[in-house]
């Protein structure tokens, strides 16, 4: 079956002797080149090769304009912002840059769809001035200031053009625009030119009115890329755009309309395959590519197309080795590559700067990074690993320069300023000059690694361009500005692959295949969300401005996918369509519309097949960890005993005696993690704290309604003050901190209700303990250590109408069941009742200390179930409902719990017990 651009050679062949001035258009450089191999196949005598563009480049030419990049569109519209907006009302350059990208996409789309400026954006200025009128009633100050930023767009679109025209540099819709505009002249110009517009599909108006004019000339020509399917389907919407170009230009009315296909409907094999995650899809991916090598010998006619970029890295591990040549049209973003973290984590550490020094998380971040081990490194010595030993051992908090540089060789020291700047030396273009300075120490020590100095490169390229602009433009004023520029610049960067674009497999996106025809199609991602994209239209033009000014919507992108989708099938034999069963929030959603349409619409010569790929399981039986009680443990099992045990540390051995002998006999800890949003072991720590600080003045003292109310009052900055210890004061003032904030005032400010409930309801409430420590000593007959010591901390003890409260503050989910035991050893056998174990734990401890007269209750306050109010111990003396439980703890209680205790300890020292994992099959 031939392919499109071979079919376009034989018509250009036949059609032209001489290729002297042929002009051959198309809608990306790649099909050039395909194009060009197929014209060098049909001639055997030598001749003027035509000339190639990609359509961009011949607007380009057509416009007499430089296209320049985003950043730089942004520092230009940002110029004619502030001249355009009054002194008072502008805003920085990182604040403005977050919506101008918007404007400069509307900017661009107006241009390109050479709509009335005049009347749009007067029909805009109207819709949001009735959207905001109201009968009788006076604009607030923000309404006036929103309808007055509607009104200006108009006077930014014109000085923004005017601009830029006069330095004869473009956005994309301004070269399309002066395109058209320039198009007769330069037709004028050069009446001996052929031009022929190849393989073409969605075209915006200037596109459109400029083919128009050429073919209107007389010497031009169009080749469309069309299958009679989906041209005569008037329902399909890959046939959405060239039906409506057939049907209105007027140039078909004299000329026949080529190239149309008749492929879609030759017999076609197509397996539709659903994959769990895009690794899923990227293994099997590697195991089509590695059978259809095996089948045919080569990948010369085998294409990969990836419907999501970030598909790729894990693509190419799973490529079998011995494959032959495999050319790859993407490139690795910039922002994946090492150079790029090591960068992200110097800006983060230059941002969170205190006079103190910087805070030593963001310190280890820095100094953990595989670069700036390299840069720390002086023969043979690793300054970065030494300085993070001695901040460890010295427990320091805040890190200055002078601690750093004191630490490492003194020829260390230049690339310590440059990494540990100081406040004074913050000058934005400074510190990009101190960037390029690590970019070439850097390229000192990876001279002998290729693939480090390309990396190098581009950054080095990177850098040097933020220091023109900011030059230029001036417009980077502080370390926030600078660090959204470069995240701006590091998003569109990639480093391409180097390899022969006709050989061997080929590996593009869905915008690379234009034109080109494969035997044998993998396409990843077929989920909705990313083929087709779905609604992800960001702009400040309303849905019914839009449809008013014949812009594109939402139908016009969804048809633009679809023909590129089904352009891929027509002449393809062989299709395999991945997609992903279990996609997250960002990675698509169920699978594609595409697949559905190929079942339900399914031609009579196509062979499909849908299966569901999951990876092979094996059962293996996992044994559990035993671990023998050697001399050594029980020793360190006696430091513990007489240092104490804790009732969370036996709880601990309840759960799963190994995790209580990694925890507790080795010592081993999680690491301290950066925390960026509130946790649950920080909640629990800043209301205790909190509540420590409101209660503990009042120790000895009746609970009075007026001291309920001054706690109200004094609550937020207490709190506030909690989260400052656990937080730096930026951390929790935004985003989920501030959610946390809030959470914490929320559950005090409930709690402190409850409070005020009970003495409204005429309860006398004596406050005798907060945060209480206490311990006490337990013999334990039989055992290597004769006694233990058993410790903790009792968060709250009152007295309540006569009866001692001992209470222990949840902020996780606490229920009265946990509470109720059935047994006295239940508290020892059984997990579910650790909650109950502890509380008992504690009011044992209060016992052996006060010996109190008064009869003794333990209760949790959990602050996820305060409605329940205080949730009391007890013991059942049966099952069901209708059981009875007692809550006071008397002696007959506690005797039973003292030798549960010691049944429990004698259990932990004893040598021919090993330490076992609960919860696995022995």
Request: hydrophobic residues 40%; glycine residues 6%; proline residues 4%.
């Amino acid at each position: 079956m031939k392919s499109f651009l071979k079919e376009v050679a034989g018509e250009i062949a036949l059609k032209f002797s001489n290729f002297k001035d042929v002009v051959l258009i198309l809608p990306g450089k790649r099909p050039a080149v395909f194009l060009k191999n197929e014209l060098l196949s049909l001639n055997t005598v030598t001749t003027y090769a035509p000339e190639f563009y990609s359509i961009e480049a011949f607007v380009e030419k057509l416009s007499g304009l430089t296209p320049v990049g985003d950043l730089q569109l942004l520092f230009e519209l940002y110029e004619v912002y502030k001249k355009e907006t009054p002194p008072g009302d502008t805003e920085s350059f990182q604040h403005f840059s977050r919506w101008a990208k918007i404007l400069l996409q509307d900017f661009n789309e107006i241009d390109q769809y050479l709509v009335d400026y005049n009347q749009l954006f007067a029909y805009l200025s109207s819709v949001k001035e009735i959207n905001h009128w109201y009968v009788q009633k006076e604009k607030t100050e923000l309404q006036k200031n929103y309808i007055r930023f509607w009104n200006s767009l108009k006077r930014y679109y014109l000085h923004f053009r005017k601009r830029l025209l006069e330095k004869q540099i473009a956005y994309q819709g301004l070269l399309y625009s002066e395109a058209y505009n320039n198009a007769k002249k330069y037709l004028e110009e050069h009446p001996e030119k052929h031009h022929i517009f190849i393989g073409f599909n969605a075209l915006n108006s200037a596109e459109e009115n400029l083919i128009q004019e050429f073919l209107n000339s007389g010497n031009n020509h169009i080749l469309w890329d069309i299958d009679e399917t989906f041209l005569a389907d008037n329902e399909h919407d890959a046939g959405l755009f060239i039906r409506s170009y057939k049907k209105e230009w007027h140039y078909f009315k004299d000329h026949d309309f080529k190239i149309v296909s008749d492929h879609f409907k030759t017999p076609k094999n197509i397996q539709i395959t659903g994959i769990p995650k895009t690794v899923g899809q990227a293994k099997y991916a590697g195991k089509l590519i590695e059978d259809i090598h095996r089948k045919t010998g080569n990948l010369e006619r085998t294409a990969v197309i990836l419907g999501n970029e970030q598909l790729l890295t894990p693509l190419l591990n799973a490529l079998p080795s011995a494959i032959g040549p495999v050319n790859i049209t993407y490139g690795i973003p910039l922002y994946q590559v090492p150079v790029a973290s090591f960068f992200g984590a110097l800006f983060h550490l230059m941002e969170n700067t205190k006079n103190a020094g910087w805070y030593y998380k963001n310190v280890l971040h820095i100094l953990s990074h595989a670069l700036t081990r390299k840069l720390l490194s002086h023969k043979g010595q690793d300054y970065a690993e030494r300085i993070i030993e001695k901040m460890r051992r010295e427990n320091i908090v805040f890190v200055s320069q002078t601690y750093i540089k004191a630490l490492v060789h003194e020829s260390l020291h230049e690339i310590c300023d440059h990494i540990f700047t100081d406040v004074g030396q913050r000058h934005v273009n400074t510190v990009i000059k101190k960037c390029i300075s690590l970019i070439h120490q850097l390229r000192t020590r990876h001279n002998d690694n290729d693939m480090y100095l390309e990396y190098l490169y581009k950054f080095h390229e990177l850098f040097n361009r933020i220091l023109y602009l900011n030059t230029t433009y001036g417009s980077i004023s502080d370390m926030a500005s600078l660090k959204r520029v470069y995240r701006e610049l590091l998003r569109g960067e990639t480093v391409n692959f180097r390899g022969e674009p006709l050989k061997g497999l080929q590996i593009m996106g869905m915008l690379e295949s234009r034109n080109l025809d494969f035997e044998n199609v993998i396409i990843t991602g077929v989920n909705e969300g990313i083929l087709p994209s779905g609604k992800k239209q960001v702009s400040f033009l309303p849905f019914d401005v839009k449809m008013a000014f014949n812009l594109p919507a939402y139908k016009e992108k969804d048809a633009i996918y679809t023909y590129h989708f089904y352009r891929l099938l027509q002449r393809a034999k062989n299709i395999y369509l991945l997609y992903n069963t279990e996609p997250d929030a960002l990675e698509g959603g169920e699978k594609s519309r595409f697949l559905l349409q190929l079942t339900t619409r399914k031609q009579p010569l196509h062979h499909v097949e849908e299966i569901i790929a999951s990876p092979e399981i094996s059962q293996a039986s996992k044994k559990s960890v035993r671990i023998k009680k050697n001399p050594d443990v029980i020793t360190r099992l006696k430091t513990i005993a007489s240092a104490g045990f804790s009732p969370t540390s036996l709880s601990s051995y309840i759960r799963n005696p190994v995790d209580f002998y990694y925890n507790a006999v080795l010592n081993i800890k999680a690491e301290d993690a950066i925390e960026e949003t509130i946790t649950a072991k920080a909640l629990g720590i800043i209301i205790h704290g909190t509540l420590e600080d409101l209660y503990k003045p009042l120790e000895g003292k009746w609970l009075r309604e007026t001291d309920i109310v001054q706690m109200r009052k004094t609550m937020h900055p207490l709190i506030s003050r909690h989260f400052a210890r656990v937080y730096r004061e930026e951390q929790w003032r935004t985003g989920k901190n501030l959610i946390g904030f809030n959470i914490v005032a929320r559950y005090i400010q409930h709690f402190l209700t409850l409070e005020l409930g009970r003495l409204k309801q005429g309860r006398s409430v004596k406050i005798m303990h907060i945060e209480k420590n206490l311990e006490t000593t337990v013999d334990i007959p039989g055992s290597a250590p004769g006694a233990v010591t058993l410790k903790g901390t009792i968060d709250r003890v009152e007295e309540v109408d006569g009866i001692i409260t001992v209470t222990d503050y949840k902020t996780g989910k606490a229920v009265q069941a946990d509470l109720e035991i059935p047994t006295e050893e239940a508290i020892v056998n059984d997990y579910r009742y650790h909650k109950a174990f502890q509380l008992l734990s504690y009011a044992y401890l209060y016992t052996k200390n006060y010996a109190p007269e008064n009869p003794v209750e333990a209760a949790v306050l959990s602050f996820k179930n305060l409605k329940s109010g205080y949730l009391k111990f007890g013991k059942k003396d049966g099952n069901g409902r209708n059981a009875e439980k007692t809550a006071p703890i008397d002696r007959e209680m506690l005797t039973a719990y003292e030798n549960n205790l010691r049944a429990l300890v004698l259990e932990i020292f004893d040598p021919q017990i090993p330490f076992t994992e609960k919860g696995t099959d022995a």
